[in-house]
């Protein structure tokens, strides 16, 4: 049975929220694996979900992106928050205290947003590129792999 292309344009959004939730918990799996793999995995995830939001449903580009780049922020913010505060409960155990903590988590949490915002915005549109590409030469009847 043939999905590409028919389902709801609208369902982008839940392939989108369901890669931040799946990319959020991989952390959690593979965070004794090392940061390379926990990585190719966490962005591999985004990759294959907008690929798959693209090919499956009949949302436009736009939506796509629309869709991923709100998902790539969400997961930014998440991870902002699980850094500060394991900075400020890292930095608290060595002793430190005061406004101090809160500011190093603060600097540390904005890094690490401002790194996985970015890669997951990039791994996001990278899929949502390739999953509409793919759809349209499905569509098509045409060989997959070709080129125009």
């Known amino acids: 049975m043939n999905k590409i292309g028919t389902m709801n344009p609208h369902l982008v959004w839940l392939f989108a929220l369901g890669a931040t939730l799946l990319g959020l918990a991989s952390?959690?799996?593979t965070q004794n694996a090392?940061?390379?793999i926990s990585s190719a995995v966490y962005f591999g995830i985004f990759s294959v979900s907008a690929?798959?939001?693209?090919?499956?449903?009949?949302?436009?580009?736009l939506a796509g992106v629309g869709a991923f780049t709100v998902?790539?922020?969400?997961?930014g913010g998440a991870y902002y928050f699980?850094?500060?505060?394991?900075?400020?409960?890292a930095a608290g155990a060595l002793g430190a205290g005061g406004e101090g903590v809160g500011a190093m988590g603060a600097v540390m949490g904005g890094f690490v947003a401002v790194v996985v915002a970015l890669g997951t915005f990039i791994a996001g549109i990278?899929?949502?590129v390739?999953?509409?590409?793919?759809?349209?030469?499905?569509?098509e009847g045409g060989p997959i792999g070709a080129t125009a």
Request: glycine share 12%; charged share 15%; no cysteine.
């Open 82 to 89: 699980i850094v500060a505060a394991a900075t400020a409960e």
């Open 71 to 75: 998902a790539a922020l969400l997961s």
């Open 130 to 139: 390739a999953g509409k590409k793919f759809r349209t030469k499905a569509l």
């Open 51 to 61: 690929f798959g939001a693209m090919a499956l449903t009949r949302a436009k580009a």
């Open 34 to 36: 090392g940061t390379a």
């Open 27 to 29: 952390g959690y799996v």
């Open 126 to 128: 990278t899929g949502v």
